[in-house]
């Protein structure tokens, strides 16, 4: 075939694909660009999740007629005043986000330049550019997007629903928020507001800024990170390592200002954060790195969330060096959320429950004089009475006939203590009554349902409004697996029955997980089909903690179910629920061999 010249609305098209990959990408680059114009405040709207309309206004600096009608073609900027591209001292640079838009929607600019006396306006229609033409505008510039994808259908297919996509939009404007505390903030769906962030000024700006955005306790318990080393300086905020979550959306990385998802932030993340958190849990941090534009190079990819650093080593030094350093400043300061977690499962009647028709043996809160006999209640789902004793008696049965032998012993209150015929088990109680759980879980709803044991007070869990859609969305199939909520207002939850195996559990602590492990979910799979995640969830909040103590009868029964649970070698997290020595080692030690 001849090759040809493709028209420019094709190559506008193809270029497109690479800079609006969704609404929260033409979200962001019209946000970036009235940062860019020096705007004090910007006010967005969105409907239709972006596809029906976005709209971005701003107080910046405005254009007049020849910059507005520059300002839809291809590669035209005023970002680059040397063609530099290792000077960059803006968000935008390429000049591409503006046709892009316009050549797979209908775009409509108004602007007034700074000290004009007219403002003008132009439209763009699947690449069809009209005016520019005099309009009625105050100072800055107002950009509207109107049926997106229009002129490219088979994009439309790959959206998501409008719920998901605005929340996507709204994670972006948080994002650039974070960088620009002294930018007020606002985006609505043209019926409530979605993000409201004023102008914050003073030392503290930029935590208050975080703190309205990551949440409350964020401020309560974030360490202030400074550091600075060859000419690259790292500022932000870290928090505690008690103060976690179960997946890896409240870590930021910005660069010069931009929001960034660099792999490099989770490894340092990793690295400094090691000895203090869990595997599976995740710190919450907004860092803030501020580097000369020749030590890093952010023309990586159109949609400028990449880059590359000339020394990655030296950045990841950096990050783990100060985040080491403000956890040793930090001392044995632990997170006030571990306090208030502690306070609210001790308080009286909180959290309680009652049976409902069907479900399992649950009960209420004991008041402050029965507390004490809570330590010989039997576990959740194992009918063994107590029996008084720590130590099983050992007529309790043939040692041959236990794989995991009879419970002797309870140490420190954690782990159970069981002699085989030839040798020791050491169970740690928390890690396999967890597995018990999960595994009842799974085999209650290949079954038929699980049962469901109702709130004797409802709980209420505040979250983000992300996390409450996402949870909402999946009302159905988690009452399939026990948990009923429903909406409570904007960004919380009301919980009014939980699955009756899991008996006293941490309510609040399991719907926050179970919102982050269906925020890193495909939303094209079920529940079901993640049900080993969602049930390890479960399990672990509703699991015997270390420090339960025990008594015989209860020990022998975990044992038992232990030897007939599949996978009950392991915890949900992968962490062994047992240890045999064989009495061969054993006197090893001893050097009787």
């Not at 962030?197 to 360490?223: C, H, Q, T, V, W």
């Not at 062994?576 to 061999?593: G, S």
Request: charged share 25%; proline share 5%; hydrophobic share 40%.
């Amino acid at each position: 075939m001849t090759i040809r010249r493709l028209p420019e609305t094709v190559i506008n098209r193809i270029a497109a694909g690479e800079v609006v990959e969704r609404p929260a990408s033409v979200v962001k680059e019209l946000v970036e660009n009235a940062i860019d114009a020096g705007a004090a405040r910007i006010d967005a709207v969105i409907r239709g999740g972006g596809q029906t309309l976005i709209a971005v206004s701003d107080d910046g600096h405005g254009m007049g007629k020849d910059d507005l009608t520059l300002a839809v073609e291809r590669h035209a900027t005023s970002k680059l005043p040397g063609d530099d591209l290792l000077t960059i001292e803006s968000l935008g640079f390429r000049g591409e986000a503006l046709p892009s838009i316009g050549a797979v929607a209908r775009l409509s600019i108004a602007s007034r330049a700074d000290g004009a006396d007219d403002a003008w306006a132009l439209s763009v229609d699947g690449g069809a550019l009209t005016g520019p033409e005099p309009a009625a505008h105050p100072k800055g510039t107002r950009i509207e997007v109107r049926d997106l994808f229009f002129a490219t259908p088979a994009r439309l297919k790959f959206l998501k629903t409008p719920r998901t996509e605005q929340t996507n939009a709204v994670d972006a404007v948080k994002r650039l928020a974070m960088a620009y505390p002294g930018i007020g903030f606002r985006l609505s769906d043209g019926e409530r507001e979605l993000v409201k962030l004023p102008p914050a000024s003073g030392d503290e700006a930029r935590l208050e800024r975080l703190g309205r955005i990551m949440g409350k306790d964020f401020y309560d318990n974030a360490m202030a990170i400074d550091a600075e080393r060859e000419r690259i300086r790292l500022s932000g905020y870290a928090g505690l390592p008690t103060l976690n979550r179960g997946n890896a959306q409240m870590q930021f990385l910005f660069v010069n200002g931009r929001p960034v998802r660099d792999r490099l932030l989770f490894g340092a993340l990793r690295g400094a954060y090691r000895e203090f958190i869990a595997a599976e849990r995740y710190p919450l941090v907004a860092l803030f790195l501020e580097l000369p534009g020749q030590a890093v190079d952010v023309n990586v990819h159109p949609a400028k969330a990449e880059v590359r650093f000339r020394d990655s080593g030296l950045v990841r030094g950096l990050i783990v060096g100060a985040l080491k350093h403000a956890l040793a400043k930090a001392g044995h300061r632990a997170s006030t959320t571990a306090a208030s977690a502690a306070l609210g499962a001790a308080r009286p009647g909180g959290g309680g429950i009652h049976p409902s028709p069907g479900g399992g043996a649950g009960y209420a809160s004991a008041g402050l004089g029965e507390r004490a006999d809570e330590f010989h209640r039997p576990l959740p789902g194992l009918d063994a009475p107590p029996s008084g004793s720590i130590v099983a008696d050992r007529e309790t049965g043939n040692l041959a006939d236990y794989p995991l032998g009879v419970a002797r012993a309870q140490v420190h209150e954690t782990y159970v203590v069981a002699q085989t015929e030839d040798g020791i088990v050491i169970v740690d109680q928390h890690a396999a009554h967890e597995r018990l759980v999960q595994e009842r879980i799974k085999k209650a709803l290949e079954s038929g349902g699980v049962p469901r044991q109702g709130m004797l007070i409802p709980e209420v869990v505040e979250l983000d409004e992300g996390a409450q859609g996402r949870l909402i969305e999946r009302a159905d199939e988690l009452a399939e697996l026990g948990l009923v909520i429903e909406a409570f207002g904007d960004g919380a939850v009301m919980v009014r029955e939980i699955p009756a195996l899991l008996g006293e559990t941490d309510i609040q602590g399991l719907v926050r997980d179970l919102a982050d492990d269906l925020a890193a979910f495909d939303e094209g799979l079920a529940l079901k089909q993640r049900l080993g995640d969602v049930s390890a969830t479960m399990a672990c909040h509703g699991s015997v903690r270390a420090g339960r103590r025990l008594n015989g009868a209860e020990m022998n029964a975990l044992l038992r179910e232990m030897e007939a649970t599949p996978h009950s070698g392991q915890c949900s997290h992968g962490r062994p629920t047992y240890v045999e020595l064989k009495l061969a080692d054993i006197e090893k030690l001893f050097r009787r061999r």
